[in-house]
């Protein structure tokens, strides 16, 4: 169907199209997917970051930020067919409020960074109402 529309063909059209993304998107950075969990004392941050070694990867905080940053180096080859992304990698995340930021820990285990953040001991946070004026 899309032949009689398109005079070039499904894969020149699909080709022109990825080509117009790509250039649309140079430059940007990949934000990862992740997780994070609540449990009893910490915080755990999940991150993929598959392919990637320890030395690749850097987590600091900036303010009342985590941010993880990595790059993955594209390496000089005849490609047939290119999905992986290649890059600046990069995913800040605010704090949560009871989060104690001196005792984080991060460690890179088979292509998922897990990050320990550890809790302020004591209550949550008290839920207050806010009235709705209208």
């Known amino acids: ?17 990825d080509e117009a993304l790509e250039k649309a998107f140079e430059g940007a950075d990949f934000e990862p997917r992740g997780e994070l969990v609540e449990e009893e004392g ?6 993929e970051l598959p392919g990637l070694d320890k030395k690749d990867v ?4 900036e303010g009342p930020f985590l941010v993880i940053e990595a790059e993955r180096k594209e390496e000089a080859r005849k490609r047939h067919l ?3 992304y290649y890059g600046r990698i990069y995913r800040s995340l605010p704090l949560p409020a009871d989060a104690q930021p001196e005792g984080i820990q991060a460690r890179l285990r088979r292509g998922v960074l897990e ?3 550890p809790r302020t001991p004591g209550p949550a946070p008290a839920r207050r109402s806010i009235p709705v004026e209208g």
């Open 115 to 117: 990050v320990e953040i």
């Open 58 to 61: 850097r987590v600091y905080l």
């Open 82 to 84: 290119s999905e992986i």
């Open 42 to 47: 910490r915080y755990l941050l999940r991150v």
């Open 1 to 17: 169907m899309l032949e009689r529309i398109w005079p070039f063909g499904r894969n020149k059209f699909r080709k022109a199209l």
